[in-house]
């Protein structure tokens, strides 16, 4: 038949790729000391590789508020197209780089538990999940290449030693080869492995064979009567590759029901089926190394709400982290090599606290607080991740939706600012590096010094995130085309009723106050936008402000202006200087500093060479904008929208500014005609309000 395939061809060329090849590498004791010696990184403990796993993808420094930052790639998880992003903590993950530096070193916190400790949804789980695929991933490179061994008995010479039957008996916890060696035997071969090593690093096994694997080396001594290389003729070298799945250097534990642990979970069990193999409970052969602990040995395990763990539990982790070692019923202690992470929450971790006799633990613990975000553009960041328009079937999200929400969700989190002309909301633009009259980058670094518990409670991004789904469900159940920010602040404030984490009525009270807050800044937001876009005649904004310098040169240099309609020379017009210096609210008793501060910046660019623009003063741009709004504004009749009666002279200026809105601030044809509406309604209020 034609068109047929040869596909065992293709797969047989697929299998035969070097990478495929270099991860099923296989050889003698021998080649692998060959492999030390020319790259002695394969023998690095695990929070070495977890260290280098993070600092190889790199780091960008900056300055935030006058203190010097550190923002690591690596939590960026690009190699996953940033589905686990961590955004805003930069803080958090120094310290936690700091931990793992420290470790690698032999400082000292490769000794603690390292735990996570933050509200719900604070990112705690995901930074453990992106350890965890890093971890798996860099086991794949060629510069996270590890190795494991297998005992073999190809010509059947050692059944009474492996077992009946058996011809390979894999390390059960995928130790380091080198563990292989007794320590005064190790001592010498590291001296020489060493000797004219490049670079920094210098090999330095540690630990013991775990029992399985002591159990057969010292059986193999005696049968060859202590020859260690016919020992090592047994011993097959495998490249290991982590894998989550797969239960090999990645472990994750989380608690269940009391009555239903069992610390066999964490360090293996007898396996009975093998006990009349063996003939004895106590023969390491017959027994299950599969505990969590045993299985993430070379990695990392991940304990889950780990202080909800039963108090048995936790006495092991003691051992654990501190001499990394574990103890299997009915046999010693056992080598671990791993980094213990966990996470809990803060009742949790107040429960510990106040807990005498976990004294012990809470001295072998490093905590590192994972807070909410209170930074605007991280935490807008995370929801245009899961929300945007690229996402969406049959509907678009209006501009700003996704910022009122986060809007929200920050306020909840932010103490209430000391300062009396402070409030939360300024507090919140000033984190977000927005300019307030009379702050500085100093009184940010006060204000956050000030704190006491800021990011450790509020409202979580997940309440936030199942809101924002409901909207547009709503929306595209509905036909309406388009979320808007007024839906879901709607579904915000509804949720609160029912939300399970809040029942203090005072706390909801203050969370509906600060929706109102939120509301209030998003119509300034629309009005400034409505406004911009209204006033967006370049031509008319470059005469007007041609205009104003005209008079406010004639003024400062005691002169006339000559009037272009009638040629006659008369005095700068007061009226229309003072109309635009209004709406940058310059007083009476400051008109003049204002007016020769402006005749400065523009002398000042002309002996540069350069030409004055309106645009390059933020002030003088702002005012001249609302002047030529204010002049328009009746002319283009927004307020007749409310009403639906227009002539056409009055839509074509309106469908002009509707133009604008969607070229220049992001609206669709939908939500532009939405906010120029909810815009006309505000202006028909005002003007109400000033007739009355």
Same mark, same amino acid.
């Not at 791993?338 to 009742?347: A, C, L, Q, R, W």
């Not at 904008?625 to 074509?652: A, G, Y």
């Not at 469908?655 to 939908?670: P, Q, S």
């Not at 532009?672 to 005002?686: C, E, K, N, P, Q």
């Given at each position: !038949? $034609?068109?047929?395939?040869?596909?065992?061809?293709?797969?047989?060329?697929?299998?035969?790729?070097?990478?495929?090849?270099? @991860?099923?590498? +296989?050889?003698?004791?021998?080649?692998?000391?060959?492999?030390?010696? %020319?790259?002695?990184?394969?023998?690095?403990? %695990?929070?070495?590789?977890?260290?280098?796993?993070?600092?190889?993808?790199?780091?960008?420094?900056?300055?935030?508020?006058?203190?010097?930052?550190?923002?690591?790639?690596?939590?960026?998880?690009?190699?996953?197209?940033?589905?686990?992003?961590?955004?805003?903590?930069?803080?958090?993950?120094?310290?936690?780089?700091?931990?793992?530096? +420290?470790?690698?070193?032999?400082?000292?916190?490769?000794?603690?538990?390292?735990?996570?400790?933050?509200?719900?949804?604070?990112? =705690? $789980?995901?930074?453990?999940?992106? @350890? &965890?695929?890093?971890?798996?991933?860099?086991?794949?490179?060629?510069?996270?290449?590890?190795?494991?061994?297998?005992?073999?008995?190809? =010509?059947?010479?050692?059944?009474?030693?492996?077992?009946?039957?058996?011809?390979?008996?894999?390390?059960?916890?995928?130790?380091?080869?080198?563990?292989?060696?007794?320590?005064? !035997?190790?001592?010498?071969?590291?001296?020489?492995?060493?000797?004219?090593?490049?670079?920094?690093?210098?090999?330095?096994?540690?630990?013991?064979?775990?029992?399985?694997?002591?159990?057969?080396?010292? /059986?193999?001594?005696? /049968?060859?009567?202590?020859?260690?290389?016919?020992?090592?003729?047994?011993?097959?070298? &495998?490249?290991?590759?982590?894998?989550?799945?797969?239960?090999?250097?990645?472990?994750?534990?989380?608690?269940?029901?009391?009555?239903?642990?069992?610390?066999?979970?964490?360090?293996?069990?007898?396996?009975?089926?093998?006990?009349?193999?063996?003939?004895?409970?106590?023969?390491?052969?017959?027994?299950?190394?599969?505990?969590?602990?045993?299985?993430?040995?070379?990695?990392?395990?991940?304990?889950?709400?780990?202080?909800?763990?039963?108090?048995?539990?936790?006495?092991?982790?003691?051992?654990?982290?501190?001499?990394?070692?574990?103890?299997? =019923?009915?046999?010693?202690?056992?080598?671990?090599?791993?980094?213990?992470?966990?996470?809990?929450?803060?009742?949790?971790?107040?429960?510990?606290?106040?807990?005498?006799?976990?004294?012990?633990?809470?001295?072998?613990?490093?905590?590192?607080?994972?807070?909410?975000?209170? /930074?605007?553009?991280?935490?807008?960041?995370?929801?245009?991740?899961?929300?945007?328009?690229?996402?969406?079937?049959?509907?678009?999200?209006?501009?700003?939706?996704?910022?009122?929400? %986060? !809007?929200?969700?920050?306020?909840?989190?932010?103490?209430?600012?000391?300062?009396?002309?402070?409030?939360?909301?300024?507090?919140?633009?000033?984190?977000?590096?927005?300019?307030?009259?009379?702050?500085?980058?100093?009184?940010?670094?006060?204000?956050?010094?000030?704190?006491?518990?800021?990011?450790?409670?509020?409202? *979580?991004?997940?309440?936030?995130?199942?809101?924002?789904?409901?909207?547009?469900?709503?929306?595209?159940?509905?036909?309406?085309? #388009?979320?808007?920010?007024?839906?879901?602040?709607?579904?915000?404030? *509804?949720?609160?009723? $029912?939300? *399970?984490?809040? #029942?203090?009525?005072?706390?909801?009270?203050?969370?509906?106050?600060?929706?109102?807050?939120?509301?209030?800044?998003?119509?300034?937001?629309?009005?400034?936008?409505?406004?911009?876009?209204?006033?967006?005649?370049?031509?008319?904004?470059?005469?007007?402000?041609?205009?104003?310098?005209?008079?406010?040169?004639?003024?400062?240099?005691?002169?006339?202006?000559?009037?272009?309609?009638?040629?006659?020379?008369?005095?700068?017009?007061?009226?229309?200087?003072? *109309?635009?210096?209004?709406?940058?609210?310059?007083?009476?008793?400051?008109?003049?500093?204002?007016?020769?501060?402006?005749?400065?910046?523009?002398?000042?660019?002309?002996?540069?060479?350069?030409?004055?623009?309106? /645009?390059?003063?933020?002030?003088?741009? &702002?005012?001249?904008?609302?002047?030529?709004?204010?002049?328009? =504004?009746?002319?283009?009749?927004?307020?007749?929208?409310?009403?639906?009666?227009?002539? &056409?002279?009055?839509?074509?200026?309106?469908?002009?500014?509707?133009?604008?809105?969607?070229?220049?601030?992001?609206?669709?044809?939908?939500?532009?005609?939405?906010?120029?509406?909810?815009?006309?309604?505000?202006?028909?209020?005002?003007?109400?309000?000033?007739?009355?």
């Amino acid at each position: !038949m $034609s068109g047929k395939k040869d596909w065992s061809a293709l797969i047989t060329e697929i299998g035969h790729n070097e990478k495929y090849q270099d @991860l099923n590498w +296989s050889g003698t004791f021998f080649d692998y000391l060959n492999l030390v010696r %020319a790259n002695p990184k394969i023998t690095r403990n %695990a929070f070495q590789r977890l260290y280098d796993i993070v600092m190889e993808k790199g780091s960008e420094n900056y300055i935030d508020a006058k203190k010097e930052m550190v923002h690591y790639k690596f939590f960026d998880d690009e190699d996953n197209k940033g589905k686990d992003a961590v955004f805003g903590l930069d803080i958090s993950l120094m310290k936690l780089v700091n931990v793992l530096r +420290s470790a690698a070193y032999g400082y000292g916190t490769e000794k603690r538990v390292i735990l996570l400790h933050g509200p719900v949804g604070s990112a =705690k $789980s995901t930074i453990c999940r992106l @350890l &965890k695929a890093g971890v798996e991933n860099y086991s794949k490179t060629d510069k996270g290449a590890l190795y494991t061994f297998d005992w073999v008995d190809p =010509k059947g010479e050692i059944q009474e030693i492996l077992g009946e039957g058996q011809s390979v008996f894999e390390s059960p916890m995928h130790e380091e080869p080198l563990l292989l060696l007794p320590v005064e !035997m190790r001592e010498k071969l590291v001296v020489e492995l060493n000797r004219g090593a490049k670079g920094d690093y210098r090999i330095k096994p540690e630990g013991e064979l775990c029992p399985p694997s002591r159990f057969i080396f010292s /059986k193999l001594m005696e /049968k060859y009567e202590g020859n260690v290389n016919q020992v090592l003729g047994h011993v097959k070298v &495998k490249r290991l590759i982590l894998s989550e799945a797969d239960r090999i250097g990645i472990g994750t534990f989380q608690p269940k029901d009391e009555k239903n642990q069992d610390s066999t979970e964490l360090t293996g069990d007898i396996n009975y089926r093998k006990i009349a193999q063996y003939g004895s409970d106590s023969d390491p052969r017959a027994f299950n190394f599969d505990g969590e602990f045993n299985i993430a040995n070379r990695g990392l395990i991940e304990f889950v709400e780990v202080l909800k763990l039963d108090v048995a539990f936790l006495y092991d982790l003691l051992g654990a982290s501190q001499e990394h070692k574990v103890k299997p =019923k009915k046999f010693p202690q056992t080598h671990i090599d791993e980094v213990i992470i966990g996470h809990t929450n803060e009742p949790e971790y107040r429960k510990l606290q106040d807990n005498e006799f976990m004294e012990a633990l809470r001295d072998r613990t490093v905590k590192i607080d994972i807070p909410y975000i209170t /930074k605007l553009k991280n935490e807008v960041a995370i929801y245009t991740k899961d929300f945007n328009n690229k996402k969406l079937r049959g509907v678009s999200i209006a501009p700003h939706t996704i910022e009122v929400a %986060a !809007m929200w969700a920050l306020l909840t989190r932010l103490e209430k600012p000391k300062k009396a002309n402070l409030d939360r909301l300024s507090k919140l633009k000033l984190y977000d590096g927005k300019y307030i009259p009379g702050y500085t980058e100093d009184n940010v670094r006060e204000l956050r010094k000030e704190t006491v518990r800021e990011g450790l409670s509020g409202i *979580s991004p997940r309440y936030i995130q199942d809101k924002i789904s409901n909207a547009i469900v709503m929306a595209q159940q509905g036909n309406k085309g #388009s979320v808007n920010p007024f839906m879901v602040m709607n579904e915000l404030d *509804s949720g609160l009723k $029912s939300h *399970s984490l809040i #029942s203090n009525e005072e706390v909801k009270a203050d969370y509906r106050e600060l929706l109102a807050v939120v509301k209030q800044e998003y119509e300034e937001i629309i009005k400034a936008e409505v406004q911009r876009a209204i006033s967006a005649d370049e031509s008319a904004l470059t005469r007007l402000c041609g205009n104003y310098i005209d008079n406010l040169k004639a003024y400062t240099q005691k002169e006339k202006v000559k009037n272009p309609f009638t040629g006659q020379d008369e005095e700068p017009d007061e009226r229309l200087m003072r *109309s635009i210096e209004d709406k940058i609210e310059i007083p009476e008793s400051r008109k003049d500093d204002f007016r020769r501060e402006i005749m400065n910046y523009i002398g000042a660019l002309s002996l540069d060479g350069k030409k004055f623009d309106y /645009k390059t003063n933020e002030r003088l741009r &702002k005012a001249i904008e609302l002047k030529l709004f204010e002049d328009q =504004k009746d002319s283009i009749k927004l307020t007749s929208l409310v009403t639906s009666v227009t002539d &056409k002279d009055t839509q074509e200026k309106i469908d002009i500014v509707k133009t604008r809105l969607i070229k220049d601030f992001g609206y669709d044809e939908i939500s532009a005609t939405d906010v120029l509406h909810y815009v006309a309604s505000i202006f028909a209020r005002g003007d109400v309000k000033d007739k009355s």
